[in-house]
């Protein structure tokens, strides 16, 4: 069967979404071009409101409505500007704030080292986190990233950028996931949880 190119561009782009692999993609695009229930429509305004209203904010890179930037957090008086979480992504942010328990601000890098795809940290993206730094007088910085080579890697990097900015620089703690146990668990993870232990 000859390819139907709008639809193979479709599929293809779908699959640059992350975590959506071709097959998923192949899927996806045959559910839209069949679509009787006004879902293609639908996803259309949705990512037209997106383009229109959403921004990354100005401060601290998180996703904001354009006519809200600087985002809710980074004008939220009752946060401590002195407390600095680095991220990934605006992702990163959702997740932490979803625990509850972080009252400090956010700065999102919008990357990660990544030699292997050709993924680098531009220059004026560190530049901007040690402009915070100084500029909020900021006593601590938190690398939350995840516990992968290329987020290692990253942590590693930035620390070593940060070593001139007199901050203290520490990271997310990995161990045993609640609910889990150690039979569950890789060597990697135990080997971080018995590194990473605390005094009961």
Known sequence: MKEIEPLQRLITRLARLPGVGRRSAERMAFRL??????????LIGALQEVEE????CSVCGNLTLKSR???????????DRHLL??????SGIQQIEAAGSYQGVY??????????QGQDIPPASVERLLKRIRDD???EVILAFD????????????????????????????GIPAGSGIAYSDPVTLARALHGRQQF
């Open 53 to 56: 209203q959403i921004c990354c």
């Open 137 to 139: 007088a900021v006593r």
């Open 85 to 90: 979480c680095v991220v990934e992504d605006p």
């Open 147 to 174: 516990s992968d080579v290329e987020s290692d890697a990253t942590a590693s990097y930035l620390h070593e950028k940060l070593g001139s900015a007199e901050v203290r620089v520490t990271r997310l703690g990995f």
């Open 107 to 116: 700065h999102c890098m919008m990357g990660k080292l990544s030699p292997m």
């Open 33 to 42: 071009a069949l679509d009787t229930k006004g879902l293609r429509a639908d």
């Open 69 to 79: 930037d600087p985002c809710a957090i980074c004008t939220d008086a009752r946060r």
